[in-house]
Structure formats: C-alpha cells, structure tokens
C-alpha cells in the first residue's frame, strides 16, 4: 500500500526553491510518506508522476510542471510481459513502444546504464531483469532502477542503432551528474566478409602478392 503524500505540502516546498528537490530522501521528507526501496519506491514514483511532471538530474528531482487536473490512475494489466504487468513497474516503456527498437537507459539515483536493443525494448528489459551477467544491471532493477526509452530506432540498421549508443555513452560520460555503468563502448558491428578463391599459375603467386600489396587489399 502507498503512504498517502502530503501533495500541498511538495506544491508549497518546490515554488521556495526553484522546482527541485535535492534527493528522494528529502522528498519523502517534504511528502511525510516512509522512505522505500525497490518495487515499493518505483510505485511511489508513479503515484507522484499523477501530480507532477518531473526528471531527474543526478539525485536531485527537478519538478517541470504541477498537473491542474490529476492523471487517473492506469490499469495496466493489459501486457505481454508476463500474466500481468504491474509485475514490472520498472518497466516505464508503454505497450504501444515495447517493441520497438532503439536506445534505452537504466537508472538508479545518479548511477546509469545505456544499452540499445535490435529485438525489441521488451525482451531487452527482460533480458536484464532475469542475467546477473549483463554488468549490475540486474541488480539495479532489484534494487528498483528504472527501464526508459532514450530513442526509438524503427527502421535504422543495426550499425546505425549502434552508433547512435556510443553516442549517448560519450555524451553521459561529459555530464558529471551521472555515474556510467558501462564498462566500454557499444560492440562495434562488422559485416560478415564474403571471399572468393582464385586459382593461379605457380609461378604467378610471387608477383600476385606483390600486386595485391600495392592494391592494399593485403598486408
């Protein structure tokens, strides 16, 4: 069961100090509600998205707009993530985009990983939350990380999507509110070489070698 928030109270607080609140201990401080782990910290996260729109930056908690009428509550039983999908409240991609392709982050206060899926950000998520050898990530998701969307890649090849990867890791890396899970850059993709066998005269093979020397087409 969720702590009923003090909403007025968080209203009050965040209109005195420029939208932001400097880390979930304190907004659960400010809210009066009991401070959480795991499932239980990402359903109050989803109670207080009903009221707010709001990002995170490192630990603080920055608050982009107070909701004037509040968001109903969604039933989200409907998935295919399982019998049911309130099973996976880390999961914050929507049913229309689970499968879908692109970048995605996992997010525990300031410590995150980037990743990009080719299958699907369902089966990725999935992927995570059930090997303990893909980095910590899986950890993370126990401990009550969050599964977002950075960008959808419908219809970009597989060394686009890739590319796209290395390119938020690098851009993360620069931002000091942010620690990077990952270990090394996304996997580079390499076609699969074709070849082809040629025969040639024994006495040829010397000056073919040299030749294709020239040509830098051996080393």
């Known amino acids: 069961m969720i702590d009923k928030m003090n909403i007025k ?15 979930y201990k304190l907004l659960c401080e400010v809210l009066e509600i ?3 782990t795991g499932k239980s910290k990402i359903l109050q996260m989803k109670e207080l998205d009903r009221h707010f729109k709001f990002h ?10 107070v909701y004037k009428i509040i968001n109903e509550k969604i039933d989200s039983t409907r998935n295919t993530l399982g019998n049911n999908r309130k099973e996976f409240p880390n ?8 499968k879908k392709i692109g970048i995605y982050k996992i997010i525990l206060d300031d410590n995150i990983y980037i990743g990009s899926t080719v299958a699907g950000f369902r089966i990725r998520y999935l992927a995570h939350k059930s090997n303990s050898n893909i980095l910590s990530t899986k950890q993370m998701l126990d401990d009550g990380a969050t599964f977002e969307i950075l960008e959808i890649c419908n219809g970009k090849t597989e060394p686009q999507i890739r590319h796209k990867e290395n390119k938020y890791i690098e851009e993360y890396k620069k931002d000091s509110n942010w620690k990077i899970v990952n270990t090394k850059e996304a996997w580079s993709y390499k076609p699969k070489q074709k070849y082809k066998t040629i025969r040639l005269k024994k006495q040829d093979y010397k000056n073919a070698l040299i030749l294709l020397k020239e040509q830098g087409m051996i080393s």
């Open 9 to 23: 109270n968080l209203k009050e607080y965040i209109n005195t100090v420029n939208n932001k609140v400097n880390n």
């Open 34 to 36: 009991t401070i959480k």
């Open 56 to 65: 995170k930056e490192g630990q603080q908690i920055i608050f982009d707009e």
């Open 91 to 98: 999961f914050l991609v929507d049913l229309e985009n689970e």
